[in-house]
């Protein structure tokens, strides 16, 4: 896995919680620093050395730009799994593909490039990043953020994921349900049966536990991969959010590299 492509979801509609803040017809188009927020990832993924290639599913004639010829632009469909489908047919890759949603401005290339050298370590289908609370509040104090806990610590999941291309198609129903769900931990450990509930009211599920569940009923390998990069999880989907990342670029706390955060500087904005 020297090197994979990417699919960069940006055709949401900005009609949530977001709107009062910014009335850009999409969130992808949502200005950060007098730029749109999809380029703040593009940058950053550009310069990824691991990433090959860039396919980005947006509105048509919306966003313009080839970051060092690396990226090409589709029009978007009407849901995500769907724009997750045109992507993975437009690169035709047989190796793994990174998807990334357009809505974390404050994503570096080191972050992008940890990751994808963490899966190196094991083999699965689908490899999904979390990052520990703990990470998230000595970096960016304050911020909120939809967390699990586990055995392991306590968690909450990154915006992107590698995959295998030939699984989307064959989980295509229970992916296209985990994605209705992904902002309730509650109904997620649903999929997974009624033991799971339990176990997840309880506090008392484990990492691995997870990943033999989901090999069950999904029949492929999928591994939760811990990040100790916080920007991984701090994606853009309500007013304060917004005002973070905001702060945070405009003021030019956040490098590209990432440095300031693994250096553990932290970022004091409320």
């Not at 994979?4 to 910014?22: E, F, I, P, Q, S």
Request: aromatic share 8%; glycine share 8%; hydrophobic share 40%.
């Amino acid at each position: 896995m020297n090197e994979v492509d990417a699919v960069v979801l940006a055709g949401a509609k900005n009609t949530g919680r977001l709107r009062k803040m910014d009335n850009s017809s999409y969130e992808a188009s949502i200005e950060i620093a007098g730029r749109p927020m999809l380029y703040y990832v593009l940058d950053a993924l550009a310069a990824v050395p691991e990433i090959k290639r860039i396919v980005v599913t947006a509105p048509f004639g919306a966003f313009e730009g080839d970051w060092q010829g690396k990226v090409t632009f589709l029009p978007a469909a009407d849901t995500m799994l769907e724009n997750i489908r045109r992507g993975i047919a437009a690169l035709n890759s047989k190796g793994k593909i990174l998807i990334v949603t357009s809505d974390i401005p404050l994503i570096s290339p080191a972050a992008v490039s940890d990751f994808i050298q963490r899966c190196k370590e094991r083999e699965a289908d689908i490899y999904y990043p979390i990052v520990c609370r703990d990470v998230n509040d000595r970096h960016f104090p304050g911020v909120k953020r939809t967390y699990v806990r586990l055995r392991e610590g306590v968690f909450t999941g990154g915006n992107m994921a590698l995959v295998s291309p030939n699984v989307i198609e064959r989980c295509s129903d229970i992916i296209e349900r985990a994605i209705a769900m992904r902002k309730n931990p509650l109904q997620l450990s649903r999929l997974l049966g009624f033991k799971f509930i339990v176990k997840f009211l309880f506090n008392q599920l484990s990492l691995q536990e997870i990943e033999a569940r989901v090999q069950d009923v999904l029949h492929c390998r999928g591994v939760g991969v811990i990040s100790p990069y916080p920007q991984v999880g701090i994606d853009v989907d309500k007013p304060s959010d917004l005002e973070l990342v905001r702060q945070v670029l405009e003021s030019g706390a956040q490098s590209y590299s990432g440095s300031e955060l693994m250096a553990g500087k932290d970022m004091h904005f409320h």
